[in-house]
């Protein structure tokens, strides 16, 4: 039997590929497949007091849920600050990986070591530094009433969604440089030069021939920062007060001291759903926007 | 010498659906030089990866030397590969890559010290023990792939296309150096290559091979005198393919009827029945003669030249006859481009030169 | 290739200088001896650094991290150069799918992974501390490991390991003579980013320990005293000047040998 298994396992690149895999898999499969499965069940609960949990399935909390306006409009808010951090980073770090892919020629590595460098920091300290400078006590209102140039506290600077949208900007911008960076790098640049010489000018080669093989970058970057920042904690929490709050930190609260589990997982599992959603229509648009490429 | 040193029995290999070998038989004899030669994709590799022991196959059995090695890992099997990339471990110098496969022959430190001087020696690599892969010339590279397998003494080394990286010159030089190593060594090689003048000008005997099958396998000489088929006949040299149909036997030859041409009586060697109706003449360009003037060759045909190429050793004629639709290729060493001025020509064929084909 | 465009170079590094300038306030200011955070700076000091032998709050959170970080990194390196070799090396059946259960972690909000390990933990009836916290980090640096670890097995040259069998070595012995020195840059350039981003964690960290405060959650309870700002900036200062360096360990050992164009750092795309 075992003679047989050995010639098997010897013979098959699955069955050695699958017992590489396994650790990675019973990993993924224990700490979080069974454990979201766990928090998907805790939606169909009911917080009866403090400690105590009734577990017969109801879907009240989902409907709870949706009939909350401020869940709703955190949920919305979260998404929509997203959508706005994803673009506005998008839209500024393409120049620079640009730049690099195109006019670097020499130590491209050490221009993307260094891009990269401050995505290592701690996000809590990135965010943080963000504090410092916006703060009603922050360098630029400090410095700005030391000068004498006001009087009071610019306060629109802290505790907003520009803030929280200005320091996410600054915190994925590495998830947006690499991707794009990678896409653009890979064009050949004969394409770009084959366009020039059939007769078109700059900015339609950039629409006709860089634009559209940079794709696969761009939507890689949409994805990974907007799937992530949907659930931020950290920068609200730490920038937003109450106009920049974001749904995460009502998850929080319900785990924490409003203590209501269920709720937080219906709360969380919305936002898993959100991303899906978000996920599948990207790469279904990926899909038909790349079948001509590849 | 064993006849039958390494027998291939009734090999397949598939991954998926592809038939990358497909029910091959043959054997290999001791201390021969042996070609596996064909288009890529024909198979070769994976044959020669199955005799490394890199692939097992989907059914039949591998016999070294009388002792059945299917289920063997590579690791246990007394054969040794030169890869096509060399695959030098770029961490270590030549001559730890050199020791690297003795370690587990149980050889003592001064065994192993003279083996390695000894193979270094025998490739021409004195001198070079602590130089690092990446400080190597293609050339030496293969050197070092080449000491680092044969200094394990296998009974087969495996060579997969090891010249097809080096540049015509330095190719042509390995040839000669390979062909006189393995004599010297006595080694069988089995040699795998896509280059047909490689394999024919090296080996003992050639297994021409295409989509998983062996097409034809004999001495390089009779590979390109009796191509058994179309396909052989095309991969290797360069050839003029003629329709024909067959009319009656003679005994061992038979009487074909050559599309615009008329009847003849050609040597029959591939015993093809009169009943077979089409058939295919192949004539080589250098068996055919090219002249100003009319020859008593058996067949002679006016034609005018449409294009030349000149190869300095020899030109080939591009030929348009008023008989043969098909452009005729002839090639000589007497006449070059500047020989007719006017394109007027007469080419000959000596039947005895056309060999008669099965059409597929 | 194009020559010059002065336009993209001044966007270039304008946009270098809105990463770098905001992370460099933290240093900056935690040699300034007043209270407020401001331009021009008053005066010189190193109090705030001083300060930092004496919290003893401090170093048990700092001694938290570095056991965290040690068996997080050291585990998920090694779950990961297994299932990296995986997919580097084979084509199979079911091989998207894996490779996207994989990354999950890596993808989605890292709140969802807390409120989950979270939940689980607590019916299971466990107590939450730096146990609960270690798992969500090897889960969570698994991914980026992977990521790293791909980059690297992936030009690799597997006709060396088959070279290796054919030599007369076992499987063990390839592993141990040709593939682990080969891949040797990778798999410490792995442990040193998954290291740091354990270290760094911080959501993970906020749900699952109790009791027992990482440093991120030491410097988050700080963060919120004004008064003990200048001691945050100095912790923070040292953690930022620590991080780099060992990131630029990682990133240099990383592409030793590598060609000069892999430019990925370790984060790959898949398409």
Same mark, same amino acid.
């Given at each position: 039997?075992?003679?047989?298994?050995?010639?098997?396992?010897?013979?098959?690149?699955?069955?050695?590929?699958?017992?590489?895999?396994?650790?990675?898999?019973?990993?993924?499969?224990?700490?979080?497949?069974?454990?979201?499965?766990?928090?998907?069940?805790?939606?169909?609960?009911?917080?009866?007091?403090?400690?105590?949990?009734?577990?017969?399935?109801?879907?009240?909390?989902?409907?709870?849920?949706?009939?909350?306006?401020?869940?709703?409009?955190?949920?919305?808010?979260?998404?929509?600050?997203?959508?706005?951090?994803?673009?506005?980073?998008?839209?500024?770090?393409?120049?620079?990986?640009?730049?690099?892919?195109?006019?670097?020629?020499?130590?491209?590595?050490?221009?993307?070591?260094?891009?990269?460098?401050?995505?290592?920091?701690?996000?809590?300290?990135?965010?943080?530094?963000?504090?410092?400078?916006?703060?009603?006590?922050?360098?630029?209102?400090?410095?700005?009433?030391?000068?004498?140039?006001?009087?009071?506290?610019?306060?629109?600077?802290?505790?907003?969604?520009?803030?929280?949208?200005?320091?996410?900007?600054?915190?994925?911008?590495?998830?947006?440089?690499?991707?794009?960076?990678?896409?653009?790098?890979?064009?050949?640049?004969?394409?770009?030069?084959?366009?020039?010489?059939?007769?078109?000018?700059?900015?339609?080669?950039?629409?006709?021939?860089?634009?559209?093989?940079?794709?696969?970058?761009?939507?890689?970057?949409?994805?990974?920062?907007?799937?992530?920042?949907?659930?931020?904690?950290?920068?609200?929490?730490?920038?937003?007060?109450?106009?920049?709050?974001?749904?995460?930190?009502?998850?929080?609260?319900?785990?924490?001291?409003?203590?209501?589990?269920?709720?937080?997982?219906?709360?969380?599992?919305?936002?898993?759903?959100?991303?899906?959603?978000?996920?599948?229509?990207?790469?279904?648009?990926?899909?038909?926007?790349?079948?001509?490429?590849? | 010498?064993?006849?039958?040193?390494?027998?291939?029995?009734?090999?397949?290999?598939?991954?998926?659906?592809?038939?990358?070998?497909?029910?091959?038989?043959?054997?290999?004899?001791?201390?021969?030089?042996?070609?596996?030669?064909?288009?890529?994709?024909?198979?070769?590799?994976?044959?020669?990866?199955?005799?490394?022991?890199?692939?097992?196959?989907?059914?039949?059995?591998?016999?070294?030397?009388?002792?059945?090695?299917?289920?063997?890992?590579?690791?246990?099997?007394?054969?040794?590969?030169?890869?096509?990339?060399?695959?030098?471990?770029?961490?270590?110098?030549?001559?730890?890559?050199?020791?690297?496969?003795?370690?587990?022959?149980?050889?003592?430190?001064?065994?192993?010290?003279?083996?390695?001087?000894?193979?270094?020696?025998?490739?021409?690599?004195?001198?070079?023990?602590?130089?690092?892969?990446?400080?190597?010339?293609?050339?030496?590279?293969?050197?070092?792939?080449?000491?680092?397998?044969?200094?394990?003494?296998?009974?087969?080394?495996?060579?997969?296309?090891?010249?097809?990286?080096?540049?015509?010159?330095?190719?042509?030089?390995?040839?000669?150096?390979?062909?006189?190593?393995?004599?010297?060594?006595?080694?069988?090689?089995?040699?795998?290559?896509?280059?047909?003048?490689?394999?024919?000008?090296?080996?003992?005997?050639?297994?021409?091979?295409?989509?998983?099958?062996?097409?034809?396998?004999?001495?390089?000489?009779?590979?390109?005198?009796?191509?058994?088929?179309?396909?052989?006949?095309?991969?290797?040299?360069?050839?003029?393919?003629?329709?024909?149909?067959?009319?009656?036997?003679?005994?061992?030859?038979?009487?074909?009827?050559?599309?615009?041409?008329?009847?003849?009586?050609?040597?029959?060697?591939?015993?093809?029945?009169?009943?077979?109706?089409?058939?295919?003449?192949?004539?080589?360009?250098?068996?055919?003669?090219?002249?100003?003037?009319?020859?008593?060759?058996?067949?002679?045909?006016?034609?005018?030249?449409?294009?030349?190429?000149?190869?300095?050793?020899?030109?080939?004629?591009?030929?348009?006859?008023?008989?043969?639709?098909?452009?005729?290729?002839?090639?000589?060493?007497?006449?070059?481009?500047?020989?007719?001025?006017?394109?007027?020509?007469?080419?000959?064929?000596?039947?005895?030169?056309?060999?008669?084909?099965?059409?597929? | 290739?194009?020559?010059?465009?002065?336009?993209?170079?001044?966007?270039?590094?304008?946009?270098?200088?809105?990463?770098?300038?905001?992370?460099?306030?933290?240093?900056?200011?935690?040699?300034?001896?007043?209270?407020?955070?401001?331009? $021009?700076?008053?005066?010189?000091?190193?109090?705030?650094?001083?300060?930092?032998?004496?919290?003893?709050?401090?170093?048990?959170?700092?001694?938290?991290?570095?056991?965290?970080?040690?068996?997080?990194?050291?585990?998920?390196?090694?779950?990961?150069?297994?299932?990296?070799?995986?997919?580097?090396?084979?084509?199979?059946?079911?091989?998207?799918?894996?490779?996207?259960?994989?990354?999950?972690?890596?993808?989605?909000?890292?709140?969802?992974?807390?409120?989950?390990?979270?939940?689980?933990?607590?019916?299971?009836?466990?107590?939450?501390?730096?146990?609960?916290?270690?798992?969500?980090?090897?889960?969570?640096?698994? $991914?980026?490991?992977?990521?790293?670890?791909?980059?690297?097995?992936?030009?690799?040259?597997?006709?060396?390991?088959?070279?290796?069998?054919?030599?007369?070595?076992?499987?063990?012995?390839?592993?141990?003579?040709?593939?682990?020195?080969?891949?040797? $840059?990778?798999?410490?350039?792995?442990?040193?980013?998954?290291?740091?981003?354990?270290?760094?964690?911080?959501?993970?960290?906020?749900?699952?320990?109790?009791?027992?405060?990482?440093?991120?959650?030491?410097?988050?309870?700080?963060?919120?005293?004004?008064?003990?700002? $200048?001691?945050?900036?100095?912790?923070?200062?040292?953690?930022?000047?620590?991080?780099?360096?060992?990131?630029?360990?990682?990133?240099?050992?990383?592409?030793?040998?590598?060609?000069?164009?892999?430019?990925?750092?370790?984060?790959?795309?898949?398409?």
């Amino acid at each position: 039997m075992l003679q047989v298994w050995k010639s098997f396992y010897a013979r098959s690149d699955p069955a050695k590929a699958y017992s590489l895999l396994s650790p990675a898999l019973i990993l993924v499969t224990l700490a979080m497949l069974i454990p979201l499965g766990l928090m998907l069940s805790f939606s169909f609960f009911t917080q009866t007091s403090f400690t105590e949990i009734d577990y017969s399935f109801t879907i009240t909390r989902y409907i709870d849920f949706f009939q909350s306006n401020l869940l709703v409009s955190l949920l919305i808010k979260s998404v929509k600050i997203s959508f706005i951090v994803t673009f506005v980073t998008l839209l500024t770090a393409y120049p620079v990986c640009y730049y690099i892919a195109f006019y670097v020629k020499k130590n491209k590595m050490l221009w993307l070591v260094l891009l990269t460098l401050p995505f290592w920091t701690s996000y809590l300290l990135r965010v943080f530094s963000w504090k410092i400078i916006l703060g009603t006590k922050g360098v630029i209102n400090s410095s700005l009433i030391n000068a004498g140039l006001l009087s009071e506290p610019l306060t629109f600077l802290m505790y907003s969604e520009t803030a929280v949208i200005i320091t996410l900007t600054h915190a994925w911008a590495a998830f947006a440089l690499l991707p794009l960076y990678v896409s653009l790098d890979k064009i050949d640049f004969s394409l770009i030069e084959a366009a020039r010489d059939l007769g078109l000018s700059r900015l339609e080669t950039f629409w006709k021939i860089t634009l559209p093989l940079s794709l696969p970058g761009i939507i890689g970057a949409i994805l990974i920062i907007f799937i992530p920042t949907v659930g931020d904690y950290v920068t609200p929490a730490l920038l937003g007060g109450t106009d920049g709050r974001m749904l995460s930190n009502m998850i929080q609260a319900y785990f924490g001291k409003v203590n209501n589990l269920p709720l937080g997982a219906a709360s969380a599992t919305i936002m898993l759903i959100t991303v899906a959603i978000v996920t599948m229509i990207v790469s279904y648009t990926t899909k038909k926007l790349t079948q001509r490429i590849s | 010498m064993n006849d039958s040193f390494i027998q291939i029995n009734e090999i397949s290999k598939h991954f998926g659906q592809v038939k990358a070998v497909d029910n091959v038989s043959f054997e290999i004899k001791e201390g021969e030089f042996f070609s596996l030669l064909g288009p890529s994709g024909c198979g070769k590799t994976t044959l020669l990866r199955l005799l490394a022991g890199f692939e097992y196959p989907t059914s039949g059995n591998l016999l070294l030397d009388g002792s059945d090695i299917t289920a063997l890992p590579p690791d246990k099997r007394p054969t040794n590969m030169v890869f096509q990339n060399y695959a030098i471990f770029p961490h270590i110098n030549v001559e730890k890559n050199v020791q690297f496969g003795l370690r587990k022959l149980g050889l003592t430190n001064d065994e192993i010290i003279k083996r390695v001087k000894d193979v270094l020696s025998l490739v021409k690599l004195e001198g070079y023990e602590e130089r690092y892969s990446s400080q190597l010339s293609g050339g030496q590279r293969q050197r070092v792939a080449l000491a680092r397998a044969l200094v394990r003494q296998p009974k087969v080394l495996l060579l997969d296309e090891p010249l097809g990286a080096l540049d015509k010159k330095l190719r042509d030089e390995m040839q000669l150096e390979l062909r006189t190593l393995q004599k010297e060594i006595g080694i069988t090689f089995v040699f795998v290559t896509h280059d047909q003048q490689e394999a024919i000008s090296m080996s003992d005997r050639v297994a021409v091979m295409s989509e998983g099958k062996i097409q034809q396998m004999s001495s390089p000489n009779e590979l390109y005198k009796n191509p058994q088929n179309i396909f052989v006949s095309d991969f290797i040299g360069e050839t003029n393919f003629l329709k024909a149909k067959t009319d009656s036997k003679d005994g061992e030859y038979i009487i074909v009827n050559i599309e615009d041409l008329g009847s003849f009586k050609i040597k029959n060697n591939l015993n093809i029945s009169e009943n077979a109706s089409d058939v295919i003449c192949s004539v080589r360009p250098e068996t055919m003669m090219i002249d100003k003037e009319k020859s008593d060759w058996d067949i002679c045909l006016e034609g005018k030249i449409k294009q030349t190429s000149y190869l300095g050793e020899m030109t080939k004629f591009y030929v348009e006859t008023k008989e043969i639709e098909k452009i005729i290729t002839v090639s000589s060493q007497y006449f070059d481009n500047q020989s007719f001025q006017d394109g007027k020509c007469f080419i000959s064929i000596n039947l005895n030169d056309i060999s008669l084909l099965n059409k597929k | 290739m194009e020559q010059k465009n002065n336009t993209l170079l001044i966007y270039t590094l304008l946009y270098f200088a809105f990463l770098y300038i905001p992370v460099l306030f933290l240093p900056i200011f935690s040699f300034n001896d007043a209270n407020y955070m401001s331009f $021009p700076l008053s005066g010189f000091t190193t109090e705030h650094y001083e300060e930092m032998w004496e919290k003893t709050n401090l170093h048990k959170a700092l001694w938290a991290s570095i056991k965290v970080g040690i068996v997080a990194s050291v585990v998920s390196t090694t779950i990961a150069l297994f299932a990296a070799k995986a997919f580097a090396r084979y084509k199979f059946r079911g091989q998207n799918i894996s490779y996207g259960a994989i990354m999950i972690p890596f993808l989605i909000p890292e709140i969802i992974l807390a409120v989950a390990i979270l939940v689980i933990w607590l019916s299971l009836g466990f107590k939450l501390g730096l146990v609960p916290v270690t798992l969500g980090h090897i889960l969570f640096c698994t $991914p980026f490991a992977m990521l790293i670890l791909i980059a690297r097995i992936e030009g690799f040259d597997f006709s060396l390991e088959e070279a290796s069998r054919d030599l007369g070595e076992n499987a063990w012995g390839t592993f141990y003579r040709v593939s682990l020195p080969l891949y040797l $840059p990778g798999i410490i350039a792995s442990l040193l980013l998954s290291f740091i981003i354990s270290f760094d964690e911080f959501v993970l960290a906020f749900f699952l320990t109790g009791s027992d405060a990482t440093l991120p959650m030491y410097m988050w309870a700080q963060m919120r005293f004004i008064q003990k700002l $200048p001691h945050v900036l100095a912790l923070g200062a040292v953690i930022i000047v620590f991080t780099t360096f060992i990131v630029l360990l990682a990133f240099w050992l990383r592409n030793l040998g590598q060609g000069k164009d892999k430019a990925e750092f370790g984060i790959k795309i898949h398409e």
